[in-house]
């Protein structure tokens, strides 16, 4: 099970960390990512990142902006984003990958968290 929180309302210029914690004891063993979704838009890749290094990865529009970080003792992935744009208005999920590496692709998770939204204001 995965408890996304962290989400609220900031200007835009403002930060927020999310966070998503996970329940069991795998949670080490799993990459994580970070999707979103806007009003009337579809499901989009927003970070992801590994069990080993960690290696990150991040989505064109957030490069930069944002960061995702893991803490295993703790079971919580988290994403700070900064410098934040009306356009990140959207509801923002956490997902386990389906195996320890990373991923951009919605099909590559197997676990979803409820999702936090986010809205920016300009």
């Known amino acids: 099970q995965l408890q996304a929180s962290g989400g609220g309302l900031v200007q835009a210029g403002g930060s927020l960390r999310l966070s998503c914690a996970a329940s069991?004891?795998?949670?080490?063993?799993?990459?994580m990512g970070w999707f979103r979704q806007a009003p009337g838009k579809e499901r989009e890749f927003v970070a992801t990142?590994?069990?080993?290094?960690?290696?990150?990865y991040y989505a064109d529009a957030v490069t930069g902006r944002f960061t995702t970080s893991r803490d295993n003792a703790k079971r919580t992935v988290y994403l700070q984003m900064n410098s934040l744009k009306p356009e990140d208005t959207a509801v923002y999920y956490c997902?386990?990958?389906?195996?320890?590496?990373?991923?951009?692709?919605?099909?590559?998770?197997?676990?979803w968290g409820q999702g936090t939204l986010v809205t920016v204001s300009s």
């Open positions: 069991g004891r795998t949670f080490s063993l799993y990459g």
């Open positions: 990142i590994s069990t080993t290094g960690p290696s990150t």
């Open positions: 997902a386990r990958h389906r195996d320890y590496s990373g991923g951009r692709q919605l099909r590559e998770y197997d676990y």
